[in-house]
């Protein structure tokens, strides 16, 4: 089962976030793809917004300013294995605004749902 990260903090949800959590979660099935769809917090990067995430072997890959539009064409470029798409930025610790960084504090912000603290 392949995990997709979609935000829900207040940045998110005014976004549109419910709406492509839910995208997420009907478009899946339809593509024979079984996912988990995990609230998360914001990566604090709020130009990247609605940023989407998805477990990969490679990292957690980024696909940026994603409304409930582009779910379609995300399932098209394979979003479960983290294809190639234009909205893809690749493997978001690694960008250079976050990999810079070292959290302490809010080191699992934007990884985790905020409400679970069991959640990875």
């Not at 829900?8 to 769809?37: M, W, Y």
């Not at 989407?52 to 490679?58: D, M, Y």
């Not at 582009?70 to 190639?84: I, K, P």
């Not at 960008?95 to 990884?111: D, E, H, N, V």
Request: a negative charge; hydrophobic letters at 45%; proline letters at 4%.
């Amino acid at each position: 089962m392949t995990r997709i990260y979609v935000p829900c903090d207040s940045s998110a949800l005014a976004l549109g976030a419910d709406r492509v959590a839910l995208a997420v979660a009907a478009e899946a099935p339809k593509r024979g793809c079984e996912v988990e769809v995990v609230r998360n917090g914001s990566r604090s990067m709020l130009w990247l917004e609605l940023l989407v995430g998805v477990e990969t072997a490679e990292g957690r890959i980024g696909y940026s300013n994603v409304d409930e539009d582009d779910v379609a064409a995300l399932f098209d470029a394979d979003l479960t294995n983290g294809g190639a798409h234009e909205k893809r930025l690749g493997v978001v610790d690694a960008l250079p605004w976050l990999a810079k960084q070292q959290r302490l504090t809010f080191a699992r912000i934007g990884i985790t749902d905020p409400l679970s603290p069991m959640t990875t």
